[in-house]
Every structure is written in structure tokens, then in C-alpha cells.
């Protein structure tokens, strides 16, 4: 079994679920962080006071799924959230020794 984790864009998201949902990917998390990278935060106005924020928000998936979908996950993952744009975002991929599921003990990739 492997992690994936990426950062992407948050406009990016529903493409990048209804991708990943076709494939029979059967849970994954996500929330919305904060970063900064080479893309620089632009310029916002908040009642009527232009600011320039500090940092660019982002959402962050987590999957952890079978060896077998780890090579589509990314490949939908990479079609669906790039842009051609600084910002795009990063893709990381962790081995997880096992899982369990809490409701009934299943264990491995049953418990997925």
C-alpha cells in the first residue's frame, strides 16, 4: 500500500476527485492549507485596503490506496491539476506498513 499526498491548486479539486473516484478510489482525505513556494501571493484589497497576503492557500489530499493505483492516481493527479503555471503544486509518495479499519478489525488493504 502507499500514501500519496499532493498539494494542488483548490480550483483544481473537483476535477482531480471525479478523476480519482472513476479509477475505484475508495477514501481520501483532504483540507485546506497554507504555503509559499516560487509563486508569490498577489495583491487583495479588503475593504478598500490593498494588502499582499503572506501566504497562498492550497488544498492538501491524502489517498492511500492499493500498489496498483498508485501509478493512475498520480497520472490523474498530474492531468487534471496542472495548469502550466507556477503554483501547480507537488505530489509526494509514502510506503504505509498497514492499515486497520477501527469498525470491524479488517486489516491491509482490506481495511482500505
Excluded: W
Excluded at 47 to 73: N, S
Excluded at 91 to 103: G, K, P, T
Amino acid at each position: 500500500m502507499k500514501k500519496i499526498e499532493a498539494i494542488i491548486r483548490t480550483s483544481r479539486f473537483d476535477q482531480i476527485h471525479a478523476c480519482v473516484a472513476a479509477l475505484g478510489v475508495k477514501f481520501l482525505t483532504f483540507y485546506e492549507v497554507k504555503g509559499m513556494g516560487l509563486e508569490h501571493a498577489r495583491q487583495q484589497t479588503y475593504r478598500g485596503v490593498a494588502y499582499e497576503p503572506a501566504y497562498i492557500p492550497r488544498t492538501k489530499l491524502e489517498i492511500v490506496t492499493v500498489e496498483e493505483l498508485v501509478d493512475p492516481v498520480i497520472k490523474c493527479i498530474l492531468t487534471e491539476g496542472k495548469t502550466g503555471e507556477i503554483g501547480d503544486g507537488k505530489i509526494f509518495v509514502y510506503d504505509v506498513l498497514d492499515a486497520y479499519r477501527i469498525r470491524n478489525t479488517d486489516t491491509g488493504e482490506n481495511a482500505l
